[in-house]
């Protein structure tokens, strides 16, 4: 099921918000489909992504985001589809293509016996730099990751924060014309992945496509102008957050956590007009219903009433995480 | 080209400056040979001591007086005094320490030895007596051997007519006239390595197996950390990448072999390997088969600690099949598999080398090292592990 809402990406018409102009398609993901013996990773993941523009492939582990960023960076050769980057088919072999792209893998892939500095540098020269315009780059990546007072340090001295930062900086060096970031905030503290966000916020505005991968919401929600779900290795919907949104039909989420008969209580609310879908999330009945702030009285009296004994209950109004549930029956978090 | 040469430059200078490397290439290495050669040293200096050997021979004994005769002559090379006394106190001076070595012959022994009797000569040796006891004991071994064929010559001529009273004069007449057979040490035309030089060779050989897994076993550890992944999507061909580890590999396996081979020639004596063209082209053969196997290694390791203990595994057998720590000397299938040993085809062209051989002499061993190096390349592309290391 590929619920997508836009033929074209938004970005494509309008830039980067109301009124920019037209930009140029940089990347190009078509009918993407890898196996791995038996099972099919990935299978006919479509997508662009514009200059300027941060697309995000939102979706839990193993849900494909990985194995399709592999593909588009060339890491993988797909079983079936094509991937062009700034106009140049990508292959395992593609110099050209790969020159437009910065990966920033999901695995610190930088050496601890190495300093940042040189790090940076060994990189940079991988990637044509040269000279001044090394130094140059080394210099401002450093600056922007927060590590210019810590240059000349062995990598396996830094924080995992820190490591992250440079991790990032090394795909940023040669300013590429799409960065990849494959779920980059893993495993870092709340201060070190706000530093990091802010960073590839910047990134967008001074006109860097940015693919980034993540299984969190509130990162896809805070930086992408697009997002596509990705579940089972299938696209399950693209757009804006609003569309995306507006493809839950404006409904709302109830969650009720509790003791007793979990299955008793899902069977007496799931009757009730308002109540569209019940699915059970560990001690969690997870209710997607219309106009919550209606419903909320008679069902909590059907589930108490049906042996449930409520702990906690609690409203939200629809987001990306509804959007999932929406799309796939299942949490984001499964 | 740049961009191989900044992978080869800059693992280099890790490898450099992690010590691990620097260990097994050179210090390690250097410290076996070291000890190696002191211990064959010390067999190579050991001397015979000054040993007295008392001697008891029945008196009008003809045969039994060559004995003596004999020890006396071989004493002037070996710093032995025959000392001759009474059959009853021999055994005494040796336990009271005046003697290392004690003769005694018994009564009757020269008609005993005409008759066919077989008289039994004791020996008596020293508590402690090293080599010199067991350097006497052969003379008189020797001696009582002449004198067996001397009698049984006699004998013959007995038979023949000749009195009785004339045999024991033939008998000590042989023993005295015989020209005995020398020897002297030669030397092959080629694959002459003295017990240093082995050892040298065999544990840089051994070595260069540890060196060279530093450049391409780098692979798998760098497919493990992530940095592979991130080198692969950078604008270089995965070629590139590969060639990358082989010429690192390559470039460290020269260096070993050459700082171990130079230090080794002015460090120890003995120590001669020969046309410096002839050993340069050996060593780089010699590298090149070590780094290809490094590449089946590769291949089917899957993390970083199995391929290091499989590379330590190959590498400690085949310096110990190739002469590494001892000389092996086997014969048929097995020995036919020791000479596709390249630690071995390497030793056996040092010998070459060491023994004046050039370039040209090099054949068996050379074409052995060329013919291990595309077994191996052919091993590590055919593997199904190949696609799976990229």
């Given at each position: 099921m590929n619920l997508s809402v836009t033929g074209e990406p938004e970005a494509l018409r309008s830039?980067?918000?109301?009124?920019?102009n037209v930009a140029e398609k940089v990347l190009g993901a078509q009918g993407l489909v890898k196996r791995f013996g038996p099972v099919?990773?990935?299978?006919?993941v479509s997508f662009e992504i514009a200059a300027g523009e941060t697309f995000g492939l939102l979706g839990?582990?193993?849900?494909?985001k990985t194995t399709t960023i592999s593909m588009v960076a060339g890491l993988l050769v797909p079983d079936a589809g094509s991937v062009t980057v700034a106009g140049v088919p990508m292959g395992g072999s593609s110099v050209e293509a790969k020159r437009h792209i910065g990966l920033v893998p999901q695995?610190?892939?930088?050496?601890?016996?190495?300093?940042a500095r040189a790090n940076l540098e060994y990189f940079g020269r991988l990637q044509g730099l040269r000279g001044s315009t090394l130094r140059q780059r080394t210099a401002e990546v450093l600056e922007l990751i927060g590590l210019a007072d810590r240059?000349?340090?062995?990598?396996?001295?830094?924080s995992g924060g820190m490591k992250r930062r440079l991790n990032i900086g090394v795909g940023l060096l040669h300013r590429p014309t799409l960065l990849i970031l494959d779920e980059?905030?893993?495993?870092?503290d709340p201060q070190s992945r706000n530093s990091i966000l802010e960073s590839i916020e910047a990134l967008s505005v001074e006109g860097m496509a940015v693919l980034y991968t993540t299984h969190y919401m509130e990162e896809a929600e805070r930086l992408c102008d697009r997002i596509a779900i990705i579940d089972d290795g299938r696209l399950q919907a693209e757009g804006t957050r609003d569309q995306l949104i507006e493809l839950t039909g404006g409904v709302d989420t109830i969650r009720l956590t509790g003791s007793g008969s979990l299955d008793a209580g899902a069977a007496a609310v799931e009757q009730?007009?308002?109540?569209?879908r019940v699915v059970r999330d560990h001690g969690t009945l997870v209710l997607t219903v219309s106009n919550a702030p209606t419903a909320i009285a008679p069902i909590v009296n059907a589930a108490t009433g049906a042996g449930l004994s409520l702990a906690d209950v609690e409203i939200s109004r629809p987001d990306l995480e509804s959007v999932f549930l929406h799309l796939t029956g299942k949490a984001l978090r499964d | 080209m740049p961009r191989l040469l900044v992978m080869v430059g800059t693992d280099l200078l890790r490898h450099l400056r992690n010590l691990s490397a620097l260990m097994y290439a050179v210090v390690v290495p250097l410290a076996l040979i070291y000890v190696m050669n002191l211990l064959i040293g010390s067999v190579d200096e050991l001397e015979i001591n000054p040993v007295t050997v008392a001697v008891a021979v029945p008196e009008g004994d003809e045969l039994a007086a060559v004995l003596p005769q004999v020890l006396e002559a071989a004493g002037e090379g070996l710093d032995l005094t025959v000392r001759a006394a009474p059959a009853e106190e021999v055994v005494g001076l040796v336990d009271d320490g005046s003697a290392g070595v004690g003769v005694v012959v018994p009564e009757g022994f020269g008609a005993d030895l005409v008759a066919g009797a077989g008289p039994q000569v004791q020996v008596t040796l020293a508590d402690g007596l090293g080599l010199e006891g067991t350097v006497v004991t052969s003379i008189v071994d020797g001696a009582l051997a002449d004198l067996t064929a001397g009698t049984r010559t006699a004998a013959a001529a007995a038979t023949l007519g000749?009195?009785?009273?004339e045999l024991p004069g033939i008998a000590r007449s042989l023993q005295e006239t015989t020209a005995p057979v020398t020897w002297r040490e030669g030397e092959a035309a080629d694959e002459q390595l003295t017990l240093s030089e082995n050892i040298v060779a065999g544990q840089a050989g051994m070595f260069l197996f540890f060196t060279v897994g530093f450049g391409v076993l780098a692979l798998v550890e760098e497919r493990e950390q992530g940095t592979l992944r991130r080198l692969l999507s950078m604008?270089?061909?995965?070629w590139t990448v590969v060639a990358a580890k082989a010429l690192g590999s390559f470039v460290l396996g020269l260096l070993s072999m050459g700082v171990l081979l130079t230090v080794s020639s002015l460090l120890f004596d003995g120590v001669e390997l020969g046309s410096p063209v002839a050993v340069g082209v050996l060593v780089v053969l010699m590298v090149a088969a070590a780094t290809s196997l490094t590449f089946v290694v590769a291949t089917v390791a899957r993390t970083a600690e199995q391929a290091n203990i499989a590379q330590s595994i190959i590498a400690i057998a085949l310096g110990m099949f190739g002469g590494a720590f001892f000389q092996l000397n086997l014969s048929g299938p097995l020995g036919a598999l020791l000479l596709a040993n390249p630690v071995t085809a390497f030793v056996r062209g040092l010998g070459i080398t060491a023994g004046g051989g050039g370039v040209g002499d090099l054949g068996v061993p050379a074409l052995v090292l060329l013919g291990f190096t595309a077994v191996c390349l052919l091993a590590a592309w055919l593997l199904p592990g190949r696609k799976e290391l990229l």
């Open positions: 830039g980067r918000g109301e009124g920019a099919t990773a990935v299978d006919g839990p582990n193993g849900a494909g695995d610190l892939a930088i050496y601890p016996d190495l300093s240059a000349k340090e062995p990598s396996k001295k830094f980059p905030t893993v495993g870092v009730m007009p308002a109540v569209r | 000749v009195p009785p009273t604008p270089v061909r995965p």
